[in-house]
């Protein structure tokens, strides 16, 4: 394999793929808040959507399947110092399984966008940051955390889903701070690329 600048393998890549690892290790450090249907409102998902939106596709999926491999080893990375195999089939398991899913999906919206856009760094790119992060880091990883809850919790999915609404405005929220901080990255590092993996 070549070990390119844009390659999965250079040095480059594996530096960005264990620092938003980390990233994510240190928004596990941040108190969660427990609801009483067994998930947790935390600000892990704000690090997938960041993955995915500024590492791309492959990198920002292969950042949270690092950090997921620390937590199932054992590692206490999730809020509260969970960590280990119990937490996959806890009821939360599917939002773990969906955060990868999730981050390829921003990245991969994200990259699709900056290309039609042809770099752009204003409203435009804040806008397309957005949109990403609400698909990956809210639809394609509601889905899975929403069979996961279902299936854990013996609840049916409509009854799963409508749990989640709770978890909605917050997430939101999430997508906008992630939105805004695509665009201080671009502003103050014009050489990072988004249109690629």
């Known amino acids: 394999m070549t070990t390119t600048s844009?390659?999965?393998?250079?040095?480059?890549?594996?530096?960005?793929?264990?620092?938003?690892?980390?990233?994510?290790a240190v928004f596990g450090l941040i108190p969660k808040i427990d609801l009483p249907f067994g998930v947790p409102i935390t600000l892990q998902?704000?690090?997938?959507?960041?993955?995915?939106?500024?590492?791309?596709?492959?990198?920002?999926?292969?950042?949270?399947?690092?950090?997921?491999?620390?937590?199932?080893?054992?590692?206490?990375?999730?809020?509260?110092?969970?960590?280990g195999l119990s937490v996959f089939v806890a009821p939360a398991g599917g939002f773990l399984f969906g955060w990868m899913f999730g981050a390829f999906a921003c990245g991969l919206?994200?990259?699709?966008?900056?290309?039609?856009?042809?770099?752009?760094?204003g409203v435009g790119l804040v806008v397309a940051a957005f949109v990403s992060s609400v698909v990956g880091g809210i639809l394609v990883v509601y889905g899975f955390g929403i069979?996961?809850?279902?299936?854990?919790a013996h609840m049916s999915l409509s009854q799963a889903a409508l749990a989640m609404l709770v978890f909605i405005p917050g997430d939101l929220i999430k997508c906008g701070i992630c939105a805004m901080l695509v665009q201080t990255v671009m502003r103050g590092m014009p050489g990072w690329r988004l249109d690629r993996d």
């Open 147 to 152: 069979v996961g809850l279902s299936l854990i």
């Open 109 to 121: 919206l994200m990259r699709l966008a900056v290309r039609r856009m042809g770099g752009a760094t």
């Open 6 to 24: 844009g390659s999965l393998t250079s040095s480059r890549s594996l530096s960005y793929i264990a620092l938003f690892a980390a990233l994510m």
């Open 45 to 83: 998902s704000l690090g997938v959507m960041l993955a995915g939106c500024l590492l791309g596709p492959r990198r920002g999926f292969l950042a949270i399947a690092l950090f997921l491999l620390a937590v199932a080893l054992g590692l206490p990375l999730l809020p509260g110092g969970r960590g």
